[in-house]
T-cell receptor, first 114, second 116 residues
Framework: NAGVTQTPKFQVLKTGQSMTLQCAQD?????MSWYRQDPGMGLRLIHY???????DQGEVPNGYNVSRSTTEDFPLRLLSAAPSQTSVYFC?????????????FGEGSRLTVL | AQSVTQLDSQVPVFEEAPVELRCNYS??????LFWYVQYPNQGLQLLLK??????LVKGINGFEAEFNKSQTSFHLRKPSVHISDTAEYFC??????????????FGTGTRLLVSP
């Protein structure tokens, strides 16, 4: 039972480079989301999706793009990396609108932008 | 808008001692409340949740939390901690977005440090 799988676990980028963080879940959850975790700030929502083809912005969406072509996958794209995007990124999934909102998290992707 | 305050950024405690991690929330509507734990270099996993009913909620690893509506608190407790409980603990409250998506608003976390 894999749950939520994120790749890569670690990445170092130079300012201006682009990359994609991959996220896949095998629980048939409708809802998926991306959070970033920064020291002293807890977790903040970047983007989320309520189903295939439907995405929306969270609290801190600038500099990030997402798409949801399948129920299973929800990649996060950094278009032009900046040092302010150095963070730990977590992908999470939850069942659907009738659920309690409990999130299932991946193990995280640690990104450093130089 | 909902918000969560975790007053203690770090709580040091000796093994086998009791511990309480404090969480206060602000919300004008009924809420779901959660405690998550994050062990070093891992993702977050659910400790316990309050949805409705009994205000005392029991979770995994011997943790429990009490929902207090009048004080808008959801403090986490354990009567006797182990070294393995060393981790960061996050309190969270749910809030609905316009799209129906139920977002979790997290506190800033409390680092529990258990020493022998």
């Amino acid at each position: 039972n894999a749950g939520v799988t994120q790749t890569p676990k670690f990445q170092v980028l130079k300012t201006g480079q682009s990359m994609t963080l991959q996220c896949a879940q095998d629980m048939n959850h409708e809802y998926m989301s991306w959070y970033r975790q920064d020291p002293g700030m807890g977790l903040r929502l970047i983007h989320y999706s309520v189903g295939a083809g439907i995405t929306d912005q969270g609290e801190v969406p600038n500099g990030y793009n997402v798409s949801r072509s399948t129920t299973e996958d929800f990649p996060l794209r950094l278009l032009s990396a900046a040092p302010s995007q150095t963070s730990v990124y977590f992908c999470a999934s939850s069942k659907d609108r009738e659920d309690t909102g409990e999130l299932f998290f991946g193990e995280g992707s640690r990104l450093t932008v130089l | 808008a909902q918000s969560v305050t975790q007053l203690d950024s770090q709580v040091p405690v000796f093994e086998e001692a009791p511990v309480e991690l404090r969480c206060n929330y602000s919300s004008s509507v009924s809420v779901y409340l959660f405690w998550y734990v994050q062990y070093p270099n891992q993702g977050l996993q659910l400790l316990l949740k309050y949805l409705s009913g009994s205000t005392l909620v029991k979770g995994i690893n011997g943790f429990e939390a009490e929902f207090n509506k009048s004080q808008t608190s959801f403090h986490l407790r354990k009567p006797s901690v182990h070294i393995s409980d060393t981790a960061e603990y996050f309190c969270a409250v749910s809030t609905f977005m316009n799209t129906g998506f139920q977002k979790l608003v997290f506190g800033t976390g409390t680092r529990l440090l258990v020493s022998p």
